[in-house]
């Protein structure tokens, strides 16, 4: 997704032109530049991964030493998920179609995920973080994320939104299943252009995936890799991308905060070195990511001197902490959110 130019952000007390002196400096720097060395190196590398991990599979036969397998597979699929990402912000290359291609191969064939689905869902929470109504990543029947969601969605799911701060990372592992399913239900009702090769990726696939499973493995444990394989891939891609935005600022439906701000103030990085960057696929710079989705990952570390900078020389707050302390913030505010008092006779 092309980075939005300030004259497309509300406007409020005069802040919007900010954004635009931001962007030149970025541009001046040359960090929104693309690098296709760096992603060619960093594709071949993880498809060497996942042909490895598969060949692996098929070496070792029919063997509970396959769950050792199933972990590696699981912190592939992440890096191709990233990959995904990259793509569906046009990091990768100029072209549209190149980036689609990239997208789908990575997304629909390699990890089962409908990259059609992920990319609407994913460019409505780029353009509205963390607004209450407006950021799909916010609207999850599982989790409350406001105190209104904690009030409004009935008296059971009040009762267990008090303990989701505890549920949290239970839950993640299954955020891989959830992501099938939602892609099968998009796919199953969406109409476009490419939808006949988004589900022809997508049942590729699906029925690759499962053959093997059930060719190599007899049937206990091919269900246990399974779910050994599923859950730690949900958990992972969970994990990467909890730190985020969790616990930061929340906006009302009509928040009218301009670009800049919105991006910043409901962003978090996260500190770290090249294996925090490379574990968790350059979200770590959260906030740079949010102002500039196109730049490409490895200009993101970067960029973080100059964003930092301007934001400390306009007062702007900039959040950035350790990722153990950003999970112990997100699991304090649902912890808060599930706790809050509910209105008198409600």
Sequence with gaps: MSP???ALATVRSGHGSQYAQLLRLVKAAGLLDRRPRYYRWKMAVTAALFLGGWAAFVAIGDSW???ATAAFLAFVFTQLGFLGHDAGHRQVFSSSRANYIVGVLHANLAIGLSYGWWLDKHNRHHAHPNEEGKDPDIEIGALAF?????????RTAAAV??????????????EALSLHVASLRAL???????????I????????GYLTAVFLILSPLPAVVFIVIHQGLFGLYLGCSFAPNHKGM?????????DYLRRQV?????????????????????QIEHHLFPSMPRPNLRRAQAVVRQFCGAHELAYCQTSLLASYAQALRHLHAVGRAPRPAGA
Excluded: C, K
């Design 4 to 6: 939005p130019q300030p």
């Design 65 to 67: 030493w396959q769950l």
């Design 146 to 154: 406001t105190a209104a969601q904690a009030r409004g969605r009935g």
């Design 161 to 174: 939104y008090r303990y989701q701060a505890y549920l949290f990372f239970p839950l993640l592992l299954l």
């Design 188 to 198: 199953a009702r969406r109409t476009t252009r490419r939808r006949g090769w988004e």
């Design 200 to 207: 022809a990726l997508f049942a590729i696939h699906v029925v």
């Design 249 to 257: 600022a929340m906006l009302d439906p009509d928040d009218r905060t």
């Design 265 to 285: 103030i409901t962003s978090r990085n996260v500190h770290g070195h090249w294996l925090t960057d490379f574990m968790l696929g350059g979200l770590n710079y």
